[in-house]
């Protein structure tokens, strides 16, 4: 009989890597934004997180860990390939992100969405008590909601979509468009990144299915669906702390020694993804170095793409097609012992990223479409010195909060060029006063409030 809890979240991954250490396997927190702004609600609910624990063999069986249950779900071989790399990936990732890579449609890929996405709602089933409050996560898990509300009707549902929601036009090419509207539908609140993909939302069920909306609340049969947006945030706390231990302020000193305390260290952060913009900002770097405008060693630039989604194949093209463009920017214009960009396709500690933060001068963020995007916001956090200056898309969900970052059109290379030379340039007292307004923001809107708003207006919707 598995443990029943009166709050439950579910998200396609559990908060926890398997590691091995001397004493064998053990378990241990993956340390994240969502996880860090849920475990004070989980824990004082001894609340459950449903979701897959990673590998494909058999699930291990549920446990506890820092005072929450997890509850994992399995996934096989198929499931993998299937549900999470060809529909979850290869499908809706890119159909909602303004289908800047071309959607892949398949039908057994449906089919497995479908399958994996019953299996997490009969999961759910099983752990949540009678009246219970359940909170679904994500793109991967959109029918979960209305699967969840026919097995039980007497459940509290909320879901939270991480990533962009589509205009009509778009959201209409995908195959099975209803039954993925229906599925969220079947959540009592829907929450989005954006005031925008709200609107995307409501006005889709109304095209769709017909249905009624008045402002942003969708009449669905007896019942009502509100829609609504919670930009999310960090643990601002954390990041202004981590940042500031003299540790990584040491190292973060090294860093600019080590690129050959340039006078200006750009800097990008994101997962090796093609909706970052990463071959943008290369190639508004190469432009400017080529026209003369900036120079090596004057000026570096330090790329981290973190390996993400290596079995999908858009993600192999695009590795091929960034790594061909530092090879070109540093066959240009690097010197023996100083490369022009710095490349780094690894994954780092959160102490190395927030030494990195505090050692750049300009931090790039140019996606082409992005929900949010945390490490805009994270820069901001690290900076307590105020020094350095943000780049920001104007295609991030954070560049509707973020107003006093460089904002910039990631399609037009002369406005990336323009926004890089600007922020490089700022004057010292320009920058700091901009820094400092958003950092006041970010204080007043960390990941703690986001939590707190959905969940609120869960408990009153
Ligand atoms: C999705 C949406 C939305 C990156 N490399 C390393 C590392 N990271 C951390 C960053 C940041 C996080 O991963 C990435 O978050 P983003 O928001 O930038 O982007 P997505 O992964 O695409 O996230 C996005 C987000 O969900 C939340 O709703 O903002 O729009 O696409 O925290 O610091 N962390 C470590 N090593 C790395 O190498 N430890």
């Known amino acids: 009989m598995a443990k029943r809890s009166s709050f439950v979240v579910v998200a396609n991954r559990l908060p926890v890597d398997r590691v091995t250490t001397e004493a064998g ?52 071989a198929d499931d993998l390939e299937r549900y999470y790399e060809g529909q979850s990936n290869a499908t809706i990732w890119p159909l909602y992100h303004d289908a800047v890579e071309t959607p892949v449609y398949r039908r057994r890929w449906r089919e497995s969405y479908r399958e994996v996405n019953a299996r997490f709602a009969t999961a759910v089933d099983k752990v949540a008590e009678q009246g219970a409050t359940v909170w679904v996560q994500d793109y991967q898990l959109q029918l979960v909601p209305a699967m969840l509300r026919e097995r039980r009707p007497d459940l509290r549902i909320g879901f939270f979509l991480h990533i962009p929601f589509p205009p009509i036009e ?14 969220l539908l079947g959540a009592d609140l829907v929450g989005f990144q954006q005031r925008l993909a709200a609107q995307n939302f409501v006005r889709l069920a109304r095209h ?83 026209e003369g405008r900036l120079s090596v060693p004057q000026a570096v630039m330090v790329q981290v793409a973190t390996p993400s989604r290596e079995r999908v194949e858009h993600y192999q093209t695009l590795r091929v097609r960034v790594e061909r463009e530092v090879g070109r920017i540093n066959g240009e214009f690097g010197r ?54 943000l780049v920001l898309s104007e295609f991030a969900g954070a560049a509707t909060e973020l107003r006093q970052a460089f904002l910039c059109n990631p399609y037009d290379p002369e406005a990336v060029k323009e926004t890089m030379l600007r922020a490089i340039t700022v004057a010292p007292s320009e920058a700091k006063r901009r820094i400092k307004v958003m950092q006041r923001h970010l204080r007043n809107h960390d990941v703690d409030r986001w939590a707190r708003s959905f969940l609120d207006e869960l408990g009153g919707a």
């Open 208 to 290: 769709l299915l017909g249905l009624r909306y008045q402002g942003n609340t969708i009449k669905v049969d007896d019942r009502t669906v509100k829609a609504g947006a919670f930009p999310i945030s960090i643990d601002v706390e954390e990041m202004e702390k981590l940042a500031a231990t003299a540790s990584v302020q040491a190292r973060a000193k090294q860093i600019r020694a080590e690129l050959g305390d340039p006078e200006t260290v750009v800097l990008g952060v994101d997962r090796l993804d093609y909706t970052k913009g990463i071959e943008q900002r290369f190639k508004a770097f190469r432009e400017l170095l080529s």
């Open 25 to 76: 396997q053990e378990w241990r927190p993956s340390p994240g934004g969502l996880v860090t702004a849920l475990h004070p609600v989980l824990a004082k609910q001894r609340g459950t997180w449903v979701g897959w624990a990673g590998g494909t063999g058999e699930a291990p069986e549920p446990f506890e860990l820092e005072g929450i249950h997890l509850h994992p779900v399995p996934l096989d």
């Open 170 to 183: 778009l959201f209409m090419q995908m195959p099975g468009r209803a039954e993925i509207l229906r599925g």
């Open 336 to 389: 023996v012992g100083v490369p022009a960009v710095h490349y780094l396709h690894q994954s780092y500690s959160r102490t190395e990223l927030a030494a990195l933060y505090c050692a750049a001068d300009v931090m790039m963020v140019t996606p082409l479409r992005d929900g949010m995007n945390l490490v805009a916001k994270e820069y901001i956090a690290a900076r307590a010195d105020a020094g350095g200056a």
